[in-house]
């Protein structure tokens, strides 16, 4: 079935047309009046007409609030929608559909899903849309509310199933590849790929995504502990990994001044001993206790 393609009901100014029906109930009034007043009774089919013609254009008043329309169908087929604020009169004989074209939003259930890595995850995201295409919300899916909801779920589950919850950069030095994105690093991207996916998905019902968050993520219950202390031994081993290259630092610059100043001359054996004491002293845990020598510096 080919699409429902969205356009504008050809309508008449409401108030036009009320003046109009109006006229017509004088004017039937004005016969029955006649009649009744011995004009000829052969003519009581004329007020008749009349009454029948007005009940049937009652059907054709609508207002239309602020953002939100009407969709028009004659006989099964789709013959426009009304979606401009206002009092309008259109077909009499077409059923009009009334449909919400206000921002939506909604916060769907927290979904456990296996992320790139096989882990599972607890994860949910808050949803903002609204109807552009009235004709394919109503005549294109069943309840295109539902369907938005169904969707959302759905593209939520195939996007964390393509990243990592955490991307751990087992690097080693800065040489290696920076960590790829992942659920928990990457925001942004996630989010545009969410987006995606999803207004993918809902272009059949003519809905546009406006904004699409995640509102929760979190590993689910049963890993969260290891993953917990996963997390600690790697900001134990990164927090080392930096005050060591620290201390490698500043050692090779005081023997460089050492030198450069002329202050003290050492041999390979000295120099060594002189390196592992200032890097004790430098990573160590606690607070180092220096021992004061104050005989030669060769005794």
């Given at each position: 079935m080919a699409p429902s393609i969205e356009r504008p009901a050809r309508t008449i100014n409401g108030f036009l047309a009320l003046l109009a029906w109006l006229g017509l109930a004088a004017l039937g009034a004005w016969r029955v009046?006649?009649?009744?007043?011995?004009?000829?009774?052969?003519?009581?089919?004329?007020?008749?007409?009349?009454?029948?013609?007005?009940?049937?254009?009652?059907?054709?008043?609508?207002?239309?609030?602020?953002?939100?329309?009407?969709?028009?169908?004659?006989?099964?087929?789709?013959?426009?929608?009304?979606?401009?604020?206002?009092?309008?009169?259109a077909n009499p004989?077409?059923?009009?559909?009334?449909?919400?074209?206000?921002?939506?939003?909604?916060?769907?259930?927290?979904?456990?899903?296996?992320?790139?890595?096989?882990?599972?995850?607890?994860?949910?995201?808050?949803?903002?849309?609204?109807?552009?295409?009235?004709?394919?919300?109503?005549?294109?899916?069943?309840?295109?509310?539902?369907?938005?909801?169904i969707q959302a779920e759905t593209a939520i589950r195939s996007v964390a199933q393509r990243f990592p919850y955490d991307s751990h950069h087992d690097a080693h030095d800065e040489h290696d590849a920076e960590p790829g994105p992942s659920l928990r690093g990457s925001p942004d991207e996630v989010n545009e790929a969410l987006l995606r996916e999803l207004q993918e998905r809902l272009n059949v019902a003519g809905v546009?995504?406006?904004?699409?968050?995640?509102?929760?993520?979190?590993?689910?219950?049963?890993?969260?502990?290891?993953?917990?202390?996963?997390?600690?031994?790697?900001?134990v081993v990164a927090a080392r990994r930096q005050i060591v290259e620290g201390a490698v630092s500043m050692v090779e610059m005081g023997l460089q001044r050492l030198e450069a100043n002329g202050v003290v001359t050492l041999d390979e054996e000295r120099k060594a001993s002189m390196i592992n004491n200032l890097l004790v002293a430098l990573v160590a845990d606690r607070e180092a206790q220096p021992v004061i020598n104050t005989g030669s510096l060769y005794s």
């Open positions: 009046y006649s009649i009744a007043n011995g004009g000829d009774v052969t003519d009581v089919w004329q007020p008749i007409v009349v009454a029948v013609a007005l009940l049937v254009a009652l059907g054709g008043f609508a207002v239309v609030q602020p953002n939100n329309g009407r969709v028009l169908l004659f006989f099964g087929r789709y013959i426009g929608s009304i979606t401009e604020a206002g009092f309008h009169f004989l077409a059923t009009m559909r009334p449909v919400s074209l206000r921002v939506h939003n909604f916060d769907s259930e927290t979904l456990k899903v296996n992320d790139a890595r096989g882990n599972p995850v607890d994860i949910a995201a808050v949803v903002v849309w609204r109807v552009t295409e009235s004709a394919k919300a109503l005549l294109e899916v069943e309840d295109y509310r539902g369907f938005v909801s546009t995504i406006l904004d699409v968050r995640l509102s929760h993520l979190a590993y689910s219950p049963e890993i969260a502990g290891a993953m917990l202390r996963r997390q600690q031994a790697e900001a």
